[in-house]
Structure formats: structure tokens, C-alpha cells
């Protein structure tokens, strides 16, 4: 647990960004491509914990970064180099671009002052992408990763965030992955020891901590 000094320091809103991983329609939405983990992903809380970090970012004056994972319609551009790729291909909803499946998924509301980044590759939402140069000009200094899945998708943003510099806040009951007993082991036994774990209420609570500057 962090203490509440110390989280708060991490969390100043000028120097912060919320980033949410694949929380999109054709992932964790009800008629997602993976049914198990969108169904994970909201009966534990996960999906409504994330739409609250987003709507107190948006009050907070925190930066949003929604990181989307898309295809085009004739596969030009995606990978085909590991197992998960090629049973991509054949799962029924298909992430293509353009379609509600790369959408953002309700209830998480998205602002005019969010970015929305689309990745056609990979297993990243940093690696290859316009993330971390965004991260960059806005002035970051600590992400909030939230977001599907804690089995590739979470701990590969983590790491690289923390390889980039960054330093990383994990609200843990706002990840999720399949089956529901492995999140809490893998934040504890591997992201724990490269981040600060907290809940979405202490981040919440961060958020709320009266500071006198804005974000340049």
C-alpha cells in the first residue's frame, strides 16, 4: 500500500497522465471478442473503476490517453508472429478500424481534450506508437495504466513506461485479465516490484489533493 503522502506526490495533476489500454467495444464491451475477459472485466469492476479515473482526470485537469488496438479490414500492417495474432484472426469480432468494435466502451466517457491513439501492430500501446511522445510534450512524469489485459497488454505497457522513464501508478482493481485469480498475482509479484500499486480510490483521492499549478 502507498502511503498517502507519497501517491499524492506522484499523482500531481500537471505532471500526470491516465492512459486506458483496449477498453474498447470489440474487447471489453457486451458483445466483445473475448467474452470471458470482457466479462471479467466488468463484473469485477474493473471497466467502472476505469470510467471513474477518466471522469476525475477530466475534472482534475489530468491528461487522458486512450490506447486502441485496431486492424485494417485486409490485415495489411498486423502482425503474424506469435499464436495470440493468428487466433486474432479468426475470433469472430474483429478489432477493424473504423467500426464500433474500436470504439471507446461504455460507461468511460471520452473529452474533447483526450488523445485517442490506434495501434495496428504489436502488443504495446508505447512501443511504435505516437504514446510516447505524447507523454512527452504534455510533460509527464507519472502514467496510470489501466485497462485489458493483465495477461500481455498491461504488464507490456507497465514495462515500457518504466523503460522510457516514466514513473508508473497501477490501480489494481482497475486491470483485469482471465482467469480472475491471475491479476492480482501477476500485479503482485511482477508489477509490484516495477510500480506503485494502489486502488482507484487513493488514486481518486490524489486527484482531489489541492495543488496550485496547472499543466504548462
Same mark, same amino acid.
Given at each position: ?6 501517491? #499524492? =506526490? ?8 491516465? %492512459? ?25 469492476? $474493473?471497466?467502472?473503476?476505469?470510467? !471513474? %479515473?477518466?471522469?476525475?482526470? +477530466?475534472?482534475?485537469?489530468? &491528461?487522458?490517453? +486512450?490506447?486502441?488496438?485496431?486492424? !485494417?479490414?485486409?490485415?495489411?500492417? /498486423?502482425? +503474424?508472429? /506469435?499464436?495470440?495474432?493468428? /487466433? ?11 467500426? =464500433?468494435?474500436? !470504439?471507446?466502451? $461504455? ?5 474533447? =481534450?483526450?488523445?485517442? *491513439? ?8 508505447? &512501443? ?12 509527464? @512524469? ?15 505497457? *507497465?514495462?515500457?513506461?518504466?523503460? @522510457?522513464?516514466?514513473?508508473?501508478? *497501477?490501480?489494481?482493481? $482497475?486491470?483485469?485479465?482471465?482467469? #480472475?485469480?491471475?491479476?492480482? $498475482? ?5 508489477? /509490484? ?15 482531489? @489533493?489541492? !495543488? ?5
Amino acid at each position: 500500500m502507498p502511503s498517502y503522502a507519497g501517491l #499524492s =506526490e506522484l499523482l500531481d495533476p500537471a505532471t500526470t497522465v491516465l %492512459l486506458t489500454v483496449e477498453c474498447q467495444q470489440g474487447v471489453v464491451g457486451p458483445a466483445g471478442a473475448l467474452p470471458e475477459l470482457a466479462a471479467q472485466a466488468r463484473s469485477s469492476g $474493473a471497466l467502472a473503476n476505469i470510467a !471513474r %479515473l477518466v471522469a476525475a482526470a +477530466h475534472e482534475s485537469g489530468v &491528461q487522458v490517453i +486512450h490506447a486502441i488496438a485496431e486492424r !485494417r479490414p485486409d490485415g495489411r500492417g /498486423a502482425n +503474424h508472429n /506469435a499464436r495470440l495474432f493468428r /487466433a486474432a484472426e479468426r475470433l469472430p469480432v474483429q478489432q477493424l478500424s473504423g467500426t =464500433e468494435a474500436v !470504439r471507446v466502451a $461504455a460507461p468511460i466517457e471520452v473529452a474533447e =481534450e483526450d488523445f485517442v *491513439v490506434r495501434r495496428l501492430h504489436g502488443l504495446s500501446p508505447i &512501443q511504435g506508437t505516437d504514446v510516447d511522445a505524447l507523454l512527452r510534450n504534455v510533460g509527464c @512524469r507519472t502514467v496510470i495504466v489501466t485497462g485489458v489485459s493483465a495477461n500481455v497488454a498491461i504488464p507490456n505497457t *507497465v514495462f515500457d513506461a518504466v523503460n @522510457r522513464g516514466y514513473v508508473v501508478v *497501477v490501480p489494481r482493481d $482497475a486491470v483485469a485479465g482471465v482467469p #480472475s485469480d491471475y491479476t492480482p $498475482a501477476m500485479i503482485r509479484h511482477t508489477l /509490484a516490484l516495477v510500480a506503485t500499486v494502489a486502488t482507484t480510490d487513493e488514486v481518486l483521492d490524489g486527484f482531489r @489533493r489541492p !495543488r496550485g499549478t496547472g499543466r504548462a
